[in-house]
């Protein structure tokens, strides 16, 4: 984009959330959908003079090409140390567990493939449309395809939006989690937090 628009770089990596040397967990690429990141882009190309159909194409073709060139995701997205067997260990004694999450539905699904989890996790659910965080119609989502009441679910989450979606959605309760962010990283309306997963336990 920068190569087309030049300047926009450095405010455009300010949007997203990418610091000098991590990405901020409560940040757009960190909580963002596809299309909200092509929005912001698009925003910041709009800002140089381009007129807001162009600075869509702009955008659009920008991650398009990334998209074409880029490592699947799932290959440098590994899971937390621990998070594996966890997850056995709680589907094992019989919790439907769902991940809902900013990201598209097919990658969900290449990232449950390639690291084997299909047989812990039920059900899933991307944002592959216009609704995104912290929209509860997501929420109500993945409890359908889970088949269970939102008040009879509660939330394990690593963002705020996480937290505001589920309460908007009628769940149980809320769980922030602290692992694989920066130590200090506080999650706003969570009803608890975690930093390990070893701390959630089954009574």
Known sequence: MDA?????????????????????????????????????????????????????????????????YLEPKANHTPLFLGIKDWLFHLSGAGLKLGILSADTSENIQNFLETHQLNDAIA??????GEISKPDPRLYAAICHKLDVFPIHTLMVGDST????????????????????????????RADCSIAQPTELQLL
């Open 4 to 68: 087309q628009v030049p300047g926009v770089q450095e405010p455009l990596l300010m949007a997203f959330g990418v610091e000098a040397s991590h990405i901020n967990p409560m940040g757009l690429m960190a909580v963002g959908s596809r299309r909200e990141s092509e929005i912001a882009a698009a925003a910041y190309v709009a800002e140089t003079g381009q007129d807001w159909v162009a600075a869509l194409h702009i955008a659009d073709s920008a991650f398009t090409e990334a998209a074409g």
């Open 123 to 128: 059900a899933y659910h991307g944002v592959d």
């Open 161 to 188: 939006a996480d937290m505001v979606m589920a309460k908007a959605g009628g769940c149980a309760g809320c769980i922030g989690v602290t692992w694989g962010w920066q130590t200090n990283v506080r999650i706003d």
